[in-house]
């Protein structure tokens, strides 16, 4: 069973940075899709960057520029480097994965696996 466990949320003023960690536990393969998502206080939760299993990597338009998404495969890490943060960036964030090669897509319909999440808080 995939076990997946965030930190590094926290607050921080606008134009500030943030590096969010999810350790993957239960799966040592090399087949596997991770993803963020986050769900801002009365919304919808949306996808913010996938990484395949070959490193390929995609974001939301929202966030281009200014999150990076990457693996740490020695420490089975998935981490995302936030700069340059907004209000509009806060959000419960949330590590998510796939089973499989190749990634279906930024969309929460299709990960297997969720951790619980960790806060993130960005003020004026």
């Known amino acids: 069973q995939v076990q997946l466990v965030e930190s590094g949320g926290g607050s921080v003023q606008a134009g500030g940075s943030l590096r969010l960690s999810c350790a993957v536990s239960g799966y040592t393969g090399s087949s596997i899709c991770m993803a963020w998502f986050r769900q801002a206080p009365g919304k919808g939760r949306e996808g913010v960057a996938i990484?395949?299993?070959?490193?390929?990597?995609s974001y939301a338009d929202s966030v281009k520029g200014r999150f990076t998404i990457s693996k740490d495969n020695a420490k089975n890490t998935l981490n995302l480097q936030m700069n340059s943060l907004k209000p509009e960036d806060t959000a419960m964030y949330y590590c998510a994965a796939e089973i499989r090669y190749n990634c279906m897509g930024l969309d929460d319909a299709y990960m297997e696996y969720w951790g619980k999440g960790t806060r993130v808080t960005i003020s004026t």
């Open positions: 990484i395949d299993s070959d490193g390929s990597t």
